[in-house]
């Protein structure tokens, strides 16, 4: 039996006083195994110890809302009976130690959240972020994440529609990888985790325990060092055939009323499943540990509580269901054990070769579990620009531009996506967001991932009104009605003030802009520790990155718009205040070689009116072509239109600020009766003016085959 030392007590990520919260809990000294439970369910990444106080801030409720955050993904009525159920998770640490299987295993988690309260997965977007491209192990990180990403997805059948990439020096020791995946299901068939009914079987299906992902919660919640090679053995290995058969199991039983309750098996395994299902329902659980399918020999109740391995669920059955359900799992060729009961003790009893190996109280492992309010400073005010000379033409500025890492064609990554399985993928990547019809009707979701580290970096409170604000603007310029979003919040070590501080101004920022546009937070994920330790002990942080995934609704798919303009001759409107706002920009990045200076100022007001304006004109038939403005500014907007109709345009000669200025909450539009939509946008309050005409083959000055050349040139050169 191993004894429980200090050393053996820091190696599960305890600090003195969370040790000494546990003798107290238990009354008695914690053997190893029970250590080992408490070590995964008081981690970050499971409590969100650091976390908890600052998310309750955030709005998570609204008509639209049937399920907010607490259970496996949040639920939203989209009408007809029917229920969208999403979520991001982050996969981060895993993805940059095995970027195939970190980032093919965080896809398949998420498909598990999402099914397994009874939707069927329609759709997977990702949000990614990888350090300097002329790094010397980035090529390794992104040939390895879109693969796993695409064999995942590809493999279990569910699209992968879109998403977004970033590049900066900030993640050369860490990058990001969030997955999101959207599902629909019957509002009158949506299961929950809470667990009921004492006697009650408690089931474990899918693939059997191995040894991979051992202390994978663990290792999520602490930042790396010189040693994360040697961490491999903490990423699980995934099987997305396995997870297709566990898809159908799951669904085909689901549409019987044996289940109870079910929850997957992601972080920390069969630990964080069996407390979250017992804690929820407020009762005991007890389990038999050499029941536990297991695909290596002389596993211990430690191993096999820990373990995360991939594609595995745990349930509780009705009575007298056990023989119906095992039917079908093994009709599917899936692992079925019954492997224990539930109890009225609100305990965890855990017996292995007729011993107990583990009796521990539920309250303090989930409910009670350590909250802290850390201390944290504001971020500093960043002066003004100042005067800034433009570098060369704004012809050659633009080209450059869109050649960059940020900006430049993510075709390489998407190809290798199959994002038309299923067939009903009506708006593909490439616009400002994917649209999937709802099976057998002419419904769509809208569905975006948005997020501008830098912005967030210089004013996390900014920052985090404008990836909400973002998010919103995308999902409005395809026609959509935006319902609610999912969060993740990537940042750096919690326990420096200056990174609590960022995540504490982001939260502010998001809260206000969810509340301004009725656009509410339903799930998420928080992932902190995103850092490398340097040589002297300190830390490098990734850019704060709060992630966000919303949908929206499109009544129509027929009325959806896209970014392309479709005919010669047509009006381009600017919708929205053009201050011409070069601070954090990509323009100033790129081209004057700078990276300072306050983000544009987000006004939520103006994001509600610009936005509902260009919506009811999308669904008037007045726009043929409209494209949210970010990223490179409005003369980016217009280039990306033209590229994707293949029609130039004539916008004059704009300043440098004009052209790349990145103010928010503005849309560039094409109009064949321009005076009709300036008309509206007079009357309900909107800024809005002509400033060019669809037509040739340029794009300030620009031929427009040399503008997709630079475009699509990118990725191609680096991943050759």
Same mark, same amino acid.
């Given at each position: 039996m191993t004894q429980i030392t200090p050393a053996v007590?820091?190696?599960?990520?305890?600090?003195?006083?969370?040790?000494?919260?546990?003798?107290?809990?238990?009354?008695?000294?914690?053997n190893l195994t029970e250590l080992g439970i408490f070590s995964v369910m008081w981690s970050e990444h499971c409590s969100y110890k650091s976390s908890r106080i600052h998310l309750k801030k955030l709005p998570t409720t609204g008509p639209q809302v049937i399920c907010g955050p607490g259970e496996n993904a949040g639920v939203v009525d989209i009408g007809d009976g029917q229920a969208a159920i999403f979520k991001m998770e982050s996969h981060n640490h895993p993805s940059y130690i095995e970027p195939y299987q970190g980032a093919a295993t965080g896809v398949g988690g998420i498909l598990r959240d999402v099914f397994t309260m009874g939707a069927r997965p329609i759709a997977n977007m990702n949000a990614l972020r990888f350090g300097r491209p002329d790094h010397p192990k980035m090529r390794h990180l992104i040939a390895g994440v879109v693969h796993g990403i695409g064999g995942y997805g590809n493999c279990v059948g569910v699209p992968t529609v879109g998403g977004e990439v970033n590049f900066h020096k900030a993640y050369d020791g860490n990058i990001l990888v969030n997955a999101m995946t959207v599902g629909v299901a019957e509002t009158n068939k949506i299961f929950y985790s809470a667990a009921s009914g004492t006697g009650n079987s408690i089931v474990y299906v899918g693939s059997k325990t191995g040894r991979d992902g051992i202390h994978g919660a663990t290792m999520a919640s602490a930042d790396f060092s010189e040693d994360s090679e040697e961490k491999r053995p903490t990423v699980q290995v995934g099987d997305p055939f396995t997870e297709k058969l566990l898809i159908e199991a799951c669904l085909e039983?689901?549409?019987?009323?044996?289940?109870?309750?079910?929850q997957d098996m992601g972080a920390a395994g069969l630990t964080s499943s069996s407390v979250e299902m017992a804690s929820k329902g407020g009762v005991g659980i007890e389990l038999d540990m050499n029941a536990v399918p297991c695909r290596e020999t002389g596993m211990t109740p430690y191993e096999m509580m820990l373990s995360e391995s991939q594609e595995r669920m745990l349930m509780v059955l009705k009575p007298g269901r056990e023989a119906e359900a095992e039917a079908i799992f093994r009709k599917w060729e899936l692992d079925f054990a019954v492997i224990g009961v539930v109890t009225d003790t609100g305990r965890m009893v855990l017996r292995f070769n007729g011993e107990v190996v583990c009796d521990i109280p539920l309250g303090p492992l989930a409910d009670d579990a350590p909250s802290y309010d850390r201390p944290w400073v504001p971020t500093p005010a960043r002066g003004p620009l100042g005067d800034?000379?433009?570098?060369?033409?704004?012809?050659?500025?633009?080209?450059?531009?869109?050649?960059?890492?940020?900006?430049?064609?993510?075709?390489?990554?998407?190809?290798?996506?199959?994002?038309?399985?299923?067939?009903?993928?009506?708006q593909r990547p490439g616009g400002d967001a994917a649209v999937v019809r709802i099976h057998g009707s002419k419904k769509g979701l809208a569905i975006s991932t948005d997020c501008t580290p830098r912005y967030v970096f210089a004013d996390p409170v900014q920052g985090g009104r404008q990836a909400i604000a973002e998010c919103w603007r995308n999902i409005t310029a395809v026609g959509a009605t935006p319902l609610a979003t999912t969060d993740c919040m990537n940042f750096g070590n919690p326990q420096r003030p200056e990174i609590m501080g960022q995540f504490v101004g982001a939260i502010e920022g998001m809260a206000e802009a969810c509340r301004a546009l009725d656009f509410p937070i339903v799930s998420g994920n928080v992932s902190l520790y995103n850092e490398t330790k340097n040589e002297d002990g300190s830390g490098s942080a990734i850019l704060p990155t709060?992630?966000?995934?919303?949908?929206?609704?499109?009544?129509d798919i027929d009325t959806m718009?896209?970014?392309?303009?479709?005919?010669?001759?047509?009006?381009?409107?600017?919708?929205?205040?053009?201050?011409?706002?070069?601070?954090q920009s990509l323009w100033l990045r790129y081209i004057a070689d700078r990276?300072?200076? $306050?983000? &544009?100022?987000?006004? @939520? +007001? #103006?994001?509600?009116?610009n936005g509902d304006f260009v919506r009811e004109q999308i669904l008037s038939g007045s726009l043929t072509a409209v494209h949210d403005v970010s990223d490179g500014g409005m003369l980016v907007a217009v280039a990306?239109?033209?590229?994707?109709?293949?029609?130039?345009?004539?916008i004059g000669k704009p300043s440098h600020m004009a052209a790349f200025g990145e103010?928010?909450?503005?849309?560039?539009?094409?109009? $064949?009766? &321009?005076?009709?939509? @300036? +008309? #509206?946008?007079?009357?309900?309050?909107?800024?809005?003016?002509?400033?060019?005409?669809?037509?040739?083959?340029?794009v300030a000055g620009i031929d427009l085959a040399a503008l997709r050349a630079a475009h699509e040139g990118f990725f191609p050169a680096l991943m050759d």
């Open positions: 007590v820091a190696e599960h990520g305890f600090s003195p006083e969370e040790y000494e919260r546990v003798l107290h809990a238990l009354g008695r000294e914690p039983l689901m549409s019987s009323d044996a289940i109870v309750a079910i800034i000379p433009a570098k060369g033409s704004i012809g050659d500025n633009l080209l450059a531009l869109m050649a960059s890492p940020d900006l430049a064609s993510r075709r390489w990554i998407w190809e290798q996506y199959d994002h038309m399985v299923g067939a009903d993928t009506v709060p992630a966000i995934g919303g949908i929206g609704l499109i009544a718009a896209t970014i392309a303009f479709k005919a010669e001759g047509e009006a381009i409107l600017i919708i929205g205040d053009s201050l011409g706002h070069l601070g990276e300072d200076g $306050p983000p &544009p100022p987000v006004d @939520l +007001a #103006a994001e509600r009116r990306e239109m033209a590229l994707a109709g293949n029609i130039g345009a004539d103010d928010q909450a503005r849309y560039v539009v094409t109009a $064949p009766n &321009p005076d009709a939509v @300036l +008309a #509206a946008a007079l009357l309900a309050g909107v800024q809005a003016a002509r400033f060019g005409t669809t037509g040739g083959s340029t």
